[in-house]
């Protein structure tokens, strides 16, 4: 058996100089002007949309410091702290491009800006969060390609990162799949043991699922496949793959935390009208900003979260 593990993070440190290739949900809402905005039941921000979604399972009240890991062009804190401006920030990146725009994005609200790898940071400096958020970023982190389901039986090996994945099905009773070979979010699963071990009492994290579904009532409109394992996207200078979101919620579940999961659209939410229904089903390109909505209305249900709450209410 040959095991791969993508990782990008010499590509973040050294290479990187622009995300414009990369469009998250986050940016298509970043501008007022955006056409997915105008599609929205309630036209506003990413940031702005998740404050009051988050509202549904968090007292804010009792929420101080706020750690966002990966923060991209940091338009989901911006807009986050307009509508909790008694927040204290920090902001961790691997990237320093990432940071000089995070920086000027957040400028003049107190923010921290830290440079470094998150399995770095340690469990103290963790401690001292009460909401970390982790925001269309899990599929950056490592994945290990081509294991079988023969390779999780039998004793300790001299490959350290076969013994890690191993480890994890062992605690955690993941499911396995069936047969063939299949890829496993590493980095991803670490991350989620990493911060429930420290205790951090309200976690935020969301990406692109391979788990995710097409509603019954979009059949025929928008495609969301279904799949078992993670899948690779392929971008600009690195890979990146979709995530296992019930391995995720496996790992939170034993560590005691409470999880609340969906798609994008629980909390983005919007109408299909006679012009969106009309952009979806001819596929329409008549205007550039028809494949943007219809990119974003896939997204909304493409892209999972993921809500974790230990003893809080």
């Known amino acids: ?50 404050n009051a979604f988050l509202s549904k399972f968090i007292a804010w009240e009792g929420v101080s410091t706020v750690l966002e890991v990966g923060g991209g062009y940091g338009s989901l804190m911006r807009d986050l702290l307009a509508e909790r401006p008694g927040l204290h920030a920090t902001m961790l990146d691997i990237s320093p491009f990432l940071l000089a725009r995070q920086r000027e994005a957040l400028k003049g609200t107190g923010t921290r800006f830290l440079e470094g790898d998150f399995f770095g940071s340690g469990k103290e400096f963790l401690g001292g969060f009460d909401l970390a958020i982790f925001n269309e970023n899990l599929g950056d982190f490592p994945t290990v390609c081509g294991i079988t389901p023969g390779a999780l039986q039998g004793k300790s090996t001299g490959d350290d990162t076969l013994n890690a994945v191993r480890g994890l099905f062992a605690r955690y009773a993941l499911e396995r799949p069936a047969a063939g070979s299949f ?21 935020y994290m969301s990406e692109h699922s391979c788990q995710a579904r097409t509603p019954s ?28 979101f019930s391995h995720l919620e496996a790992v939170a579940r034993a560590h005691g935390y409470r999880a609340h999961r969906g798609p994008y659209a ?11 229904n009309f952009i979806l089903a001819a596929r329409s390109c008549a205007r550039d900003e028809h494949e943007a909505i219809r990119q974003f209305v896939e997204d909304l249900f493409k892209y999972e979260y993921l809500v974790l709450l230990k003893d809080v209410p």
């Open 217 to 244: 009532e979009y059949g025929g409109l928008i495609d969301v496949p279904f799949a078992e394992s993670p899948e690779r996207i392929g971008l600009r200078g690195h890979d990146e793959y979709t995530i296992r």
């Open 1 to 50: 058996m040959s095991l791969f593990v993508n990782s990008t993070e010499r590509y973040h440190r050294e290479e990187m100089d622009s995300l414009g290739w990369e469009l998250t949900v986050c940016e298509m809402l970043a501008r007022p002007d955006s056409p997915c905005r105008r599609i929205l039941r309630e036209p506003r921000s990413f940031g702005s949309a998740l």
């Open 183 to 203: 890829a496993f979010n590493l980095g991803a699963l670490r991350a989620v043991e990493m911060l429930c071990e420290t205790g951090v009492p309200r976690i």
């Open 266 to 276: 629980d909390f983005l939410e919007f109408d299909l009208t006679p012009e969106l």
